[in-house]
């Protein structure tokens, strides 16, 4: 979906208030809190419970740095007025990104078991063209490039950094048209997962960005990745609480996890997304393939 940020006279002109909002932009402090939260109570019991519970403790560094280095006031970004604003592959970023890597890393190296420090000592240790290289490919999403320990580290410090970002742009916006479903028409990465809501967005479907957090208004029965309306099918584990949900389609052989917050409001995308591994497990063994990104486990590389 293109949808376009709007200028300042854009928005003066703009005369219907009750549109439904295309884009729902993140509150990072309220997000935080709720993801780690979230993590935790699905770690109870769970198989994967040690790697959610490292999830939960990544989230609450992002929170801490957060709080204790909030970014400051960037210059132009109030003028930013276009599709995708803070396109991951083409923003020239502020390398106060390497300074919230330094301060995940400390937050949580204190929790950190053997195999995690030692993933940590080698961030520590590297270079920083090395790093703003790694971050590059990672959003370029050429994950081949980085290993996925290190991945989940550099893209919380990037993700950090991308969230405070569009709490400076304006977000006012309208819808251009209907294509590009599978980017954020904020960064332009790759959704999570899409979560259909309650309260005064009832029924709504709104996919959720992987970098910048940012969410978008789409129609459900309708794939995320390639537009196509016929033959989507619905998958679950457990078709009695289906809170996690995929939908598949048979046009791009792709699926994205849908989740509802009618059976579950405290569900959440990525923690949910996490902890629901195993559909993602059955689905591949069908020959589909996912077409979101999960911020908190990369693909696994060969080298």
């Not at 959704?191 to 309260?199: D, E, F, H, L, Y």
Request: hydrophobic content about 40%; overall charge negative.
């Amino acid at each position: 979906m293109s949808i376009k940020i709007l200028s300042v006279d854009e928005i003066k002109q703009k005369t219907n208030s009750y549109d439904v909002p295309p884009i729902l932009f993140a509150n990072p402090k309220n997000l935080y809190q709720r993801r780690a939260k979230r993590l935790r109570s699905l770690a109870e019991n769970h198989p994967l419970a040690n790697y959610l519970l490292f999830a939960a403790d990544l989230v609450e560094s992002q929170l801490a740095v957060l709080e204790n280095q909030p970014l400051a006031p960037q210059e132009n970004l109030q003028n930013l007025a276009e599709i995708q604003p803070l396109d991951a592959k083409t923003f020239k970023r502020d390398d106060i990104w390497l300074t919230y890597l330094t301060a995940i890393l400390a937050e949580i190296k204190p929790k950190a078991n053997d195999q995690i420090l030692a993933t940590i000592e080698l961030l520590e240790k590297s270079a920083k063209s090395e790093l703003e290289a790694m971050a590059t490919a990672l959003l370029s999403e050429e994950f081949n490039l980085v290993s996925a320990d290190k991945a989940v580290f550099i893209w919380a410090a990037l993700s950090l950094y991308w969230v405070q970002l569009t709490q400076q742009i304006p977000h006012n916006c309208r819808v251009e048209d209907y294509d590009n479903l599978q980017h954020c028409p904020v960064c332009g990465s790759a959704p999570v997962a899409s979560i259909v809501q309650i309260g005064t967005s009832q029924g709504l479907r709104y996919v959720h960005c992987s970098l910048c957090e940012s969410e978008w208004n789409l129609v459900r029965a309708q794939c995320t990745n390639c537009n196509n309306q016929k033959n989507i099918e619905m998958w679950s584990l457990d078709e009695k609480l289906a809170v996690v949900r995929a939908e598949s389609c048979h046009e791009c052989e792709s699926y994205l996890k849908i989740m509802f917050q009618e059976k579950d409001p405290y569900v959440e995308p990525v923690a949910d997304d996490l902890a629901s591994l195993f559909l993602d497990i059955e689905l591949e063994e069908k020959g589909l393939f996912r077409s979101g990104l999960n911020p908190l486990m990369f693909p696994a590389t060969e080298s």
